[in-house]
């Protein structure tokens, strides 16, 4: 049964990489203020947990391996099966790869735009026609700050994530005329799985900390809204500060 109340009350989300980290917050989030979500992931028995603690009534566990066209259109099918519309498509699900143009190798390169380029891609491609017929969609497409700057040591998720800035604002072009809202979300340093293992300060965050994911989904909850309807082909930052400039330069 689809909520009356709520921000986003009655509408369907589609969130790849939805099983832990940014994605399982932004699902929690988006079923808070009233909407349906199916999580589509690689990891079953954690996407299953989240479902089942979202309930059944509200969320549903797809696997979904984002390379795979195929694996999407059984995700999207299932979407519409289930509660009958899609929405709100959030293309979330990443990896970070490490090193310089010189140190990455080719299988690390092609890995890397495999799943976070290529795999938004092909989101877009196999929902388009079940976003259409919402009437009023949004897709949110993670990128980074590595997708708004340089970044050392990460060719192949710097190329991607830009990539993903790209590919959101031709498609903003494409499929505004369809009601199709298409943004690209820029996060700064966020603590989930995906950073745990990493040492990095915050002295060259404005805001001198790293964010919850729960800030992240604050932002995702406003974009799968209609209180953002006039939004669309824009690269929202969300870092802290940290693209605005160089903190660290002292100047006497
Ligand atoms: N954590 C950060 O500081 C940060 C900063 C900027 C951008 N991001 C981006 O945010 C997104 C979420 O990252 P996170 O930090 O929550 O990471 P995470 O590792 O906690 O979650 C990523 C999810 O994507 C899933 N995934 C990976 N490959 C997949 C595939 N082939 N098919 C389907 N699912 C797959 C993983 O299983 C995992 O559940 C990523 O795109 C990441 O690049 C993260």
Redesign the pocket.
């Given at each position: 049964m689809s909520a009356t109340t709520g921000r986003v009350a009655g509408r369907v989300a589609l969130i790849?990489?939805?099983?832990?980290?940014?994605?399982?917050?932004h699902a929690r989030a988006l079923v808070a203020e009233g909407a349906s979500v199916v999580i589509?992931?690689?990891?079953e028995e954690?996407?299953a947990r989240v479902a089942a603690e979202l309930g059944a009534q509200r969320a549903l566990f797809v696997h979904?391996?984002?390379?795979d066209e195929e694996?999407w259109r059984h995700a999207v099918a299932a979407t519409v099966d289930r509660f009958g519309h899609l929405d709100v498509l959030i293309n979330?699900?990443?990896?970070?790869s490490r090193g310089s143009v010189a140190e990455a190798t080719v299988a690390d390169w092609r890995r890397t735009i495999d799943?976070?380029l290529t795999?938004n891609f092909i989101g877009m491609h196999t929902a388009v026609e079940a976003l259409k017929a919402s009437g009023s969609a949004s897709v949110i497409n993670?990128?980074?700050?590595?997708g708004l700057t340089g970044f050392k040591n990460r060719a192949a998720?710097s190329a991607a994530?830009w990539g993903v800035q790209g590919l959101t604002k031709t498609s903003a072009l494409d499929l505004g005329p369809f009601g199709i809202r298409v943004n690209s979300v820029?996060?700064?340093?966020?603590?989930?799985?995906?950073?745990a293992g990493l040492q990095r300060g915050f002295g060259q965050i404005p805001l001198g900390r790293?964010a919850a994911?729960e800030e992240i989904s604050e932002l995702i909850v406003f974009l799968a809204s209609d209180e953002s309807r006039f939004i669309t082909g824009a690269s929202i930052a969300i870092d802290g500060g940290e693209t605005a400039g160089n903190n660290l330069r002292q100047d006497a």
């Open positions: 790849s990489g939805g099983a832990r980290g940014m994605g399982e917050a589509g992931d690689v990891l954690d996407g979904l391996d984002v390379t694996s979330n699900a990443g990896i970070f799943i976070d795999g993670i990128s980074s700050i590595a998720y994530k820029h996060p700064g340093s966020v603590r989930t799985p995906l950073t790293d994911p």
